[in-house]
């Protein structure tokens, strides 16, 4: 049996030699490929994040100023809303101070 065993070596080393190379080395490889496909996915991602925060960072002060416009012109508006009602009120109390001195000036009108 000793005999046997260099043959047998001799024999796997010329033609299962190369297809146990050639089999290490493609999954090596097969590592390899996994690792870079890992490696772009990572640096596309990073990307993507990147350009994700340039665009959203100035939508985001955009939709902040909007909001802060509507909140002023809100306040502007409530207080506008006040000051017609007080006009309003000041416009039906100079209607009857109005009429009341149009029917004095009437009735002074008839005793001359």
Do not use: C, H, Y
Not at 13 to 29: H, I, M, N, Y
Not at 71 to 98: F, M, N
């Amino acid at each position: 049996m000793n005999v046997w065993v260099p043959v047998i070596v001799a024999v796997v080393s010329l033609f299962g030699g190369g297809a146990l190379t050639a089999l290490l080395l493609v999954k090596r490889q097969a590592r390899k490929l996994t690792a870079d496909t890992e490696l772009t996915r990572a640096n596309a991602t990073e990307i993507l994040t990147n350009v994700a925060v340039t665009l959203v960072g100035p939508i985001t002060d955009q939709l902040n100023e909007a909001k802060a416009k509507v909140t002023e012109l809100t306040a502007d508006l409530a207080t506008a809303q006040a000051e017609l009602s007080e006009l309003r009120t000041q416009v039906g109390t100079l209607s009857k101070d109005l009429e009341a001195t149009q029917q004095e000036n009437a009735r002074l009108r008839g005793l001359s």
